[in-house]
């Protein structure tokens, strides 16, 4: 998907994934996410966009119900996050792998497998999934960085999630891997699978349905890239975030915030 891409529909309460209504994190007396206030659609690529320290793995972390909440509520296909009804229904890839570097890939993807009742099968479709079948029987020691990326990504896949969070999943990949990756996501979005993309390139917004654009632990917008490219008045995805950015600047103390689309 280009950054010209139309408007995304309206989100309606059917169709919400993840909502979040005055969303505050604090750690000690540093405020980390500031009154976050977002819907993400079901079924669509939603880009979680901003530099380093802007607050994206302490939101995430907060979807997956593991992060405490000094105030404000995070609701996840229909429920509390960390509600153990979600349990089979979310998964979560880090950016580090996750996984047992002494194990096969197969060993691997079905251990994982095996804690969300799947089996052979389910293991096998995932491997396939992230392109991986040649390398199935190799231990995940001996894999490449990219490779190791797609088996935390298959070991996430094989629960058959229906809402994926990925935190900068693409870091350290070739532009080729990038693009492969990419192409992924996007057929699982079409499939039904709702994904929630950590990125600091803004280059990769274009990829995106939705954009959720952090600064600071607050949400300077939520968005499409054309949306994006529109307001920032700039066909360069980065060069129309640091606008915006600029406005932001702009806003007098205690004017709100503009957190919806424009």
Not at 12 to 29: D, N, Q, Y
Request: proline share 5%; net charge neutral.
């Amino acid at each position: 998907m280009s950054h010209s891409a139309a408007t995304a529909p309206a989100v309606t309460e059917a169709s919400i994934a993840v909502a979040a209504t005055t969303l505050h994190v604090t750690r000690g007396k540093v405020p980390v996410l500031r009154g976050l206030d977002f819907a993400i659609q079901a079924g669509e690529i939603t880009g979680l966009l901003g530099p380093s320290g802007s607050g994206k793995t302490t939101l995430m972390r907060a979807i997956m119900g593991v992060q405490v909440l000094t105030s404000g509520s995070v609701q996840v296909l229909g429920l509390p996050a960390g509600h153990p009804g979600l349990r089979h229904r979310v998964g979560y890839v880090t950016q580090s792998p996750s996984v047992y570097p002494d194990l096969t890939v197969e060993a691997n993807v079905r251990y994982f497998g095996a804690m969300h009742r799947k089996g052979r099968a389910e293991a096998a479709e995932a491997i396939a999934a992230v392109g991986l079948e040649p390398q199935a029987r190799q231990k995940t020691g001996d894999l490449s960085g990219g490779q190791l990326s797609r088996v935390s990504l298959a070991c996430a896949l094989v629960a058959r999630p229906s809402l994926l969070v990925l935190d900068e999943p693409t870091v350290g990949l070739d532009p080729v891997l990038r693009a492969d990756l990419w192409d992924r996501f996007r057929s699982m979005a079409e499939s039904g699978t709702t994904l929630l993309v950590s990125s600091h390139v803004m280059e990769e917004a274009s990829h995106c349905g939705s954009l959720l654009l952090l600064r600071e632990g607050k949400l300077l917008a939520q968005l499409t890239p054309a949306e994006l490219s529109q307001r920032g008045h700039s066909a360069d995805l980065e060069k129309a975030f640091l606008h915006i950015i600029q406005d932001a600047a702009k806003v007098p103390s205690g004017s709100p915030e503009r957190t919806v689309r424009s």
